[in-house]
């Protein structure tokens, strides 16, 4: 699942620094299970905008509207009424998101309200780690389901580094385990330990061609 | 509702200890409004931003002390919440410190019109 | 059409006097809904009561506010008021202006009484009504552990009309409980004999439980018995898999002949054929596990029998002895009355071996001197811990543990039996509650709690307060994680989409799962956000 956050606010308030009527658009579904972008957080960016603006003695009228997928065209079209009745639009969707918005909607300045961070699962509540960088060319079944690229703090195809700390942590942050110690022990587990052996050449991630395009085989 | 404190009372703890205030006749600001919820994990941060939108002087939100909790990690959870809506406030120029939790037992009657007072001079320093 | 809504006024006997009453009618009356408003005092006495339900039914009234004392005190009295009268419960609120306006304030109040008032009109004006419904719960109860808990708490939910299942790990029942036989002279085996004697109860024995699932009035429980597997359904589960010791000793030490148990030291003060007395006994108490409740009556118990029976030297290095429970302040008194030495110690003293005799360095705090002592027999310290199978158990119940890994009550103070999942009950040792008092304190609250649940065959509950909306639902499982009652499952709706659901019989009706919802899919009736904002935005309009 995509994984983002709520932009700091002064970045918020600049963007809308101009506007007096403004709608903020959440997404129903990455960025809601993330709490960043979902009903709840549109009402709290609302909520608090109105605040900074009245305390500037520079009102603000601000629509709220979510869909469900904002990266479709035609769930964001389901909003259409409320986007023409204001000035701009914040979107608390992902990236992909904020585009198929401003692409709908090519009159009006669509602004990011959050930042897209990453793709990962939730550890515990309120709490997600990456898990996956979209490389394009998946590495997974060579390192046990553990992918290197992201999980490993220097991104190593070949590893563990030479200071993966006592405990299998991250010579880099404590905190973290070194990926390359959780590749080998699930290795070990699975009886397939000959994958260590084995020299991965550096990844040609020039592969990945931009903007990435896939036509599912019988669409 | 100019000049209010909102405070929204956990109906296992703050609530009756209000109560008790009262049996006791303890004084505290007239401009105080309590709304009962269940426990205060209920309280969200929208509820707190929406009484300050409404143009509350301060929003207090009281709960069950730590580890009284009749619902466990509701005052807790809470706590946190309310932290995040410091830094909401901070991030736009408000005074962070008008949101607060307090954490009292229903029999505190005197922690209860403590944190109120403790709230109006708050609100007095950041010159509302 | 707007909802007709009846405010009702007390004065409380008058005691209410910074209030205008007149003006308050006056303005309550414009608010939107009111149609109709009442001046009676008190409203909480049979004949108040009887005006207002004539009242409602006279001018068909369908919510109503009442503005007195606090909901804390009289909410269920006209809540029932409105029951009577045949509307729903829950389309109610009141306006506490007694205790958190008239009482606390010096002056005239009636302007902040109006507020109040209109505070709770407006709520009002949003309540839905909730429904109750009796949902049928299975009344056979399985009991975990065959300790002298575990057949207590059987025999006695048996005679209490409860079908019920022993199951223990063991082959045989009531093992290891020499201890509590001996301290508290409890005749285990009478009960076992009691226990296999009672239609009521069935005994699963060796076995264990590999997996549980459901919620209460609904476990189902697969169980490993001999070489099968079978499945079983329960109302209830009830945990009293007991405690565990351990002697907190250097490896060095353990070995050694001169240091014992309590149980140890039990058995040769029993012994007829014992050839030398101890003339010196030391006891260890308090040092390595704080938790000494147990400990400190089993060594006082102990060394009045030494002292006693043998006539021997007894010292006690302790760090503190707490004397909290049942029997133990005087126990302890006795005991330096019979010449018992406590030695107090802030660090553990040294042992060591030797010659046979056991050597003890310690600093008493009190004389403020160094103490050499060598003894006979040393009663090492020990430490106690939870059953080797409680977090296994644990997992497959899907509940927490406290940091000594012991069972965690739902709330220590308010609900010390129960778990954090509705219908999951613990006894004694398993939740660290080791001395006999308290563990027979916990049988006849959980047999009590048990039989109130599960005794008619049906619960009584609320249908959907909180509930969770399976359009708005978007499986972040935010809920279910957050759920501090475990009361949350996720479900696919009609075979299709996954969402979570609520169990209305586990729910507790705190709303945390409401206030964190990202989609806002959870409606908590009485306290959903509409009804919370529109009084937030109600104050200070006047």
Redesign the interface.
Known sequence: MIIAERKPMDEIKRMLAPYKKVLVAGCGTCVTVCWAGGEKEVAILASQLRLARSAEHNEISIFEASVERQCEREMVAEIKDKVTEVEAVISLACGAGVQTMSEMFEDKPVFPGVNTTFIGMPEKEGLWVEMCGACGDCFLDRTGGICPIVRCAKGLLNGPCGGTRKGGKCEIDPDKDCAWVLIYRRLEKQGRLDLMRNYYAPKNYRAVKRPGRIQAAKA | ????I?AFCC?HSA??A??????L????P?NL???????A???????I????????AAVMVMGCEGG???????NT??KE?VKYCNL??R????DGRLVAMFNLSPNAPHKFVGAVNEITKRIKESGR | METKIGVFICNCSGTLNNIDFDAVVKKVVELPGVTSIKFISPLCLEEGKKKMLSCIREENIEKVVVAACSPEFKEHVFREVLENAGLNGHLFSMANIKEQCSWVHEGDVTGKVVELIKMAVSRTRLLQPVKMNNFSVNREVLVVGGGFEAINAALQLSRAGLRTTLLEREAVLGTGTTELENLCGFDINAMVMEVKGDENIEILAPAEVIETSGKIGDFNVRIRKGGEEISRKYGALVIATGYQTKLALESKLKSDVNIVSQEKLCHMLEDPELRIRPRTIGFMLDFADENSRLPTLATLNNALAAKRKWGSEVYVFCKNVKVDSERIERLYQEARDCGVMFLKSDVSPKVAAENGKIKIEAKDIFLGEDINLTCDVLVAEECLLPAEETEALSSILNIRRDSRGFYQDENVHLYPVASEKKGIFFIGGCRGNLDLSRVLTDVSSVVVSIYKLLSSGNILAEVERVKVDPQKCVACLTCIRICPHNAIQLVRVDGGKEVAEICDLACEACGICAAMCPAKAITFQGYRDEEILAQVETIGES
């Open positions: 509702m100019n000049n209010c909102v109906e609530y009756p209000a109560d008790l205030a009262g049996k006749k303890l004084h505290y007239e409004r309590i709304i009962r919820v269940p426990c994990g209920r309280v969200d941060l929208i509820h931003l929406k009484a300050f939108e409404k143009g509350a009284a909790c009749h619902h466990m990690t509701g959870r809470t919440r909401l406030l991030e736009i120029e408000a």
